[in-house]
């Protein structure tokens, strides 16, 4: 049999090779990320606002603007149709999801988990091909509209490069080359310590970028109870007459300090059992 991707035998008795599959793995899960920040940074959304060090996303009717909602409903669409032609060859069902950046990543996954079970599919080299493709024009959209935050110089070819909350990955635009977020760290936080975002997208950028945190969920509640118990500066919009609304917003830098000293503390900790174990 011959992949229907890319035409190599396959010997797995599948009609999609391994590389193919892991080429639709790997798009499906960098597809959802894209498209959550680029969802993250659409206009006239709650909480959205362009990161510090990216150019202005929206100001009035742009054609910028027009791009990524055309984009996003246009692969959010191909996203449903995809998991649609499963459901339908499968019989699986579709969970129900409120907004679109959560939708796609449901899909998306779902459509991972069933990859073997596609690539017996006659749909499965368009599906790699297309995923493909849109994965390719988000991340362009990406890094036009939001280049994110910068994180230094790359190690190979000297460019500057920048990392997108939310990934764990930076890759130079330069040379391709592709190094982890967590490298990038000090140079990073020197820049990123005055954005303000609500505390999930908060809690994703850390996880992204911090090895010790691991759970983007338990973060996203240590940052709210923070917020709550006032440990970290608070930011709200303000009505007309000047009380506060909106979701409650917070540093980045603040968020980065408490991190280090519940660190620190642990480890003064640890220190102390020490000593009173030896
Ligand atoms: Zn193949
Ligand atoms: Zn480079």
């Known amino acids: 049999m011959n992949c229907l991707h890319c035409g190599t035998t396959t010997s797995n008795g599948l009609a999609l090779c391994e590389l193919s599959q892991m080429k639709a793995a790997g798009c499906l899960e960098y597809l959802p990320v894209y498209f959550r920040n680029l969802a993250r940074w659409r206009p006239g959304r709650a909480g959205s606002r362009p990161v510090p060090g990216s150019r202005v996303l929206y100001d009035g009717e742009t054609r910028k603007t027009d791009r990524v909602s055309a984009a996003l409903d246009e692969i959010g669409a191909k996203i449903v149709g995809w998991a649609m032609a499963l459901a339908d060859d499968r019989g699986i069902e579709l969970p129900d999801m409120d907004g679109e950046a959560d939708q796609t990543a449901a899909l ?12 017996t599919l006659e749909w499965a080299g368009t599906f790699v091909a297309e995923l493909s493709e849109h994965e390719d024009a988000l991340r ?12 230094g110089g ?9 990392v997108i909350p939310g990934l764990t990955w930076v890759k ?4 391709g080359v592709v190094t982890y977020a967590r490298d990038h760290l000090d140079t990073i936080l020197d820049e990123a310590r005055d954005w303000v975002a609500r505390p999930k997208a908060l809690a994703e950028a850390v996880v992204a970028m911090v090895d010790t945190e691991q759970s983007v969920i338990r973060l996203h509640k240590r940052i709210s109870k923070w917020g709550e118990r006032e440990q970290i500066s608070v930011f709200r919009r303000a009505d007309g007459d000047g009380d506060e609304i909106g979701p409650k917003r917070f540093l980045l830098g603040d968020v980065m300090d408490m991190l280090r000293a519940e660190g620190q503390t642990r480890t003064n900790d640890d220190a102390t059992d020490t000593a009173v174990a030896s």
């Open 140 to 151: 362009a959209l990406t890094e036009d509209v939001a280049p994110g935050w910068y994180a």
């Open 108 to 119: 998306c996954r779902i459509l991972a988990e069933h990859l073997t079970s596609i690539a």
């Open 154 to 162: 790359c190690g190979q070819c000297n460019s500057g490069t920048y």
């Open 172 to 175: 130079c635009n330069a040379c």
